[in-house]
């Protein structure tokens, strides 16, 4: 079974600052990894995904992701946030499994950009 | 291109009652999802169909909930009778298939039932 793990329900931030959202999956199988964004009142929005290749991967907004398949994570990051970045933010995994593609998301992570 | 269409955006209830979602996927779209997406939880999916036909429906809860996606487009969410339980935002999406795999979701601005 896969399943998507978010550490962090809320992450406070300074305007300006870093970030890092944190996201770890486990699955037994080759995966492909997305992270979505939720504005209030909205559905989601695709920030970035990876589905081979380089590891490193550049989303909209200036966000960025890496995929380490040792540990399992694909933690999302942006170097300096702004207000409008407030929003849901979602990991989700997608496996195929006898030719069942399901995608599954973590349960969320709250960002708030402090101005 | 138009992107993922639902219809209402907002609906209050009374429990037992029924209700019914609609979805009109992006032009040419095989794939399209059901998700529910209760108030502070990450969207849990209901039924995913490929075409008109369903792939998985493990997680719909089949005594009060059914959908339907006639010829392969539009796609129809119902629930009756609805339970407390039910409020929540049941989400849209719809993805394209390329060598038999599917790309990225897109999805609709969601429908926000509250049952009373």
């Known amino acids: 079974a896969q399943s998507v793990t978010q550490l962090d329900s809320q992450v406070p931030v300074f305007e300006e600052a870093p970030v890092e959202l944190r996201c770890n999956y486990s699955s037994s199988v080759s995966v492909y990894l997305f992270w979505y964004v939720q504005y209030p009142n909205q559905g989601l929005q695709l920030l970035l995904k990876y589905l081979s290749g380089s590891t490193l991967v550049k989303g909209i907004n200036g966000f960025e992701a890496e995929f380490n398949k040792s540990q399992t994570s694909f933690h999302l990051r942006k170097p300096s946030v702004h207000i409008s970045d407030t929003a849901e933010y979602f990991c989700?995994?997608?496996?195929?499994?006898?030719?069942?593609?399901?995608?599954?998301f973590g349960t969320g992570t709250r960002l708030t950009i402090i101005p | 291109e138009a992107g993922v269409a639902q219809s209402p955006r907002y609906k209050i209830i009374e429990k037992r009652q029924s209700v019914a979602f609609w979805c009109n996927p992006i032009s040419g779209h095989a794939t399209l999802y059901w998700y529910q997406q209760i108030l502070g939880q990450g969207p849990k999916l209901l039924i995913q169909f490929q075409n008109n036909g369903v792939v998985d429906d493990s997680q719909l809860p089949k005594d009060r909930f059914s959908a339907e996606r006639l010829k392969g487009v539009d796609s129809t969410l119902k629930i009756q009778p609805a339970k407390l339980e039910d409020s929540a935002v049941y989400l849209c999406?719809?993805?394209?298939?390329?060598?038999?795999?599917?790309?990225?979701?897109?999805f609709g601005q969601g429908t926000r039932l509250t049952v009373v």
């Open positions: 999406a719809s993805s394209s298939l390329r060598a038999g795999r599917n790309t990225e979701a897109f």
């Open positions: 989700a995994v997608r496996i195929s499994n006898f030719g069942n593609e399901k995608l599954t």
